[in-house]
């Protein structure tokens, strides 16, 4: 399986594996079959329980077409909002286990689902355009990806974030730094990893620039005589297993 290696906005890079394009054609297959669900019951709900097929009479064309497409807005709407809401992911591409991410490194928004919800005009309407992108494509890519700068990554066969971002805590530990919860697992992950690695070649510029990292997204100022930037990196950690839970 290909590999995919995204640098994070902490320096580091990370290897992830490219879904296949039969993983993304069977979440497609599942998503799909959701939509024509929706679409079936609530036809069924409009025309025989509600019986409201009255209303479609004499309207012209245009008008009927109207409430269809009212009626279905949203099986349009589906993918963008559901990655949105699910963080890249749809009901199908969460059960494949495959997620949407910006390969810059950066978390992918809202404006990225919409260029690749665009450009499924083209992907999906001629199924063999899409195809034949993610089969040419480096990373899998369709037109959509190419133009938001995402990949589908697959989440299988993955060391689960918690596994490594675990301390172990004594029952009296005080936390000083409640801020760290505006902190995520992957997040967490990151600064170890890149902490530990750092330790283990004494590579003190790396330290350096992970401690001046993590007091600029949280915001905080400490005094350099009173706490190493080392010391200040491991309290992160526990505070972080602490505040979360993970213990």
Same mark, same amino acid.
């Given at each position: 399986?290909?590999?995919?290696?995204?640098?994070?906005?902490?320096?580091?890079?990370?290897?992830?594996?490219?879904?296949?394009?039969?993983?993304?054609?069977?979440?497609?297959?599942?998503?799909?079959?959701?939509?024509?669900?929706?679409?079936?019951?609530?036809?069924?709900?409009?025309?025989?329980?509600?019986?409201?097929?009255?209303?479609?009479?004499?309207?012209?064309?245009?008008?009927?077409?109207?409430?269809?497409?009212?009626?279905?807005?949203?099986?349009?709407?589906?993918?963008?909002?559901?990655?949105?809401?699910?963080?890249?992911?749809?009901?199908?591409?969460?059960?494949?286990?495959?997620?949407?991410? #910006? @390969?810059? +490194?950066?978390?992918?928004?809202?404006? /990225?689902?919409?260029?690749?919800?665009?450009?499924?005009? $083209?992907? !999906?309407?001629?199924?063999?355009?899409?195809?034949?992108?993610?089969?040419?494509?480096?990373?899998?890519?369709?037109?959509?990806?190419?133009?938001?700068?995402?990949?589908?990554?697959?989440?299988?066969?993955?060391?689960?974030?918690?596994?490594?971002?675990?301390?172990?805590?004594?029952?009296?530990?005080?936390?000083?730094?409640?801020?760290?919860?505006?902190?995520?697992?992957?997040?967490?992950?990151?600064?170890?990893?890149?902490?530990?690695?750092?330790?283990?070649?004494?590579?003190?510029?790396?330290?350096?620039?992970?401690?001046? #990292? @993590?007091? +600029?997204?949280?915001?905080?100022?400490? /005094?350099?005589?009173?706490?190493?930037?080392?010391?200040? $990196?491991? !309290?992160?950690?526990?505070?972080?297993?602490?505040?979360?839970?993970?213990?």
């Amino acid at each position: 399986m290909s590999q995919i290696a995204i640098n994070t906005s902490q320096n580091v890079n990370i290897n992830f594996n490219i879904s296949s394009i039969g993983e993304r054609f069977l979440a497609f297959i599942i998503d799909s079959l959701i939509k024509g669900a929706y679409m079936l019951v609530t036809f069924y709900i409009f025309f025989s329980i509600l019986d409201l097929g009255y209303l479609l009479d004499g309207l012209d064309q245009w008008s009927q077409m109207a409430i269809y497409i009212a009626i279905t807005f949203p099986v349009y709407i589906y993918p963008v909002v559901l990655e949105s809401l699910m963080e890249g992911q749809t009901p199908g591409k969460k059960i494949m286990k495959i997620r949407v991410v #910006k @390969i810059d +490194g950066y978390q992918a928004g809202f404006g /990225d689902y919409l260029i690749r919800w665009v450009f499924r005009v $083209i992907d !999906v309407s001629f199924l063999i355009v899409g195809f034949i992108t993610m089969l040419v494509t480096k990373n899998n890519q369709r037109f959509g990806d190419i133009a938001a700068g995402t990949a589908v990554i697959s989440l299988k066969n993955n060391i689960n974030i918690s596994h490594t971002i675990l301390e172990n805590l004594h029952t009296d530990y005080i936390p000083t730094f409640p801020q760290v919860i505006g902190l995520s697992d992957n997040d967490m992950r990151i600064i170890k990893d890149n902490y530990l690695k750092a330790l283990k070649i004494d590579d003190r510029q790396i330290i350096s620039k992970l401690s001046d #990292k @993590i007091k +600029g997204i949280l915001k905080l100022e400490i /005094d350099p005589t009173k706490m190493t930037e080392r010391q200040f $990196i491991n !309290v992160i950690i526990k505070d972080y297993n602490y505040y979360t839970g993970k213990d």
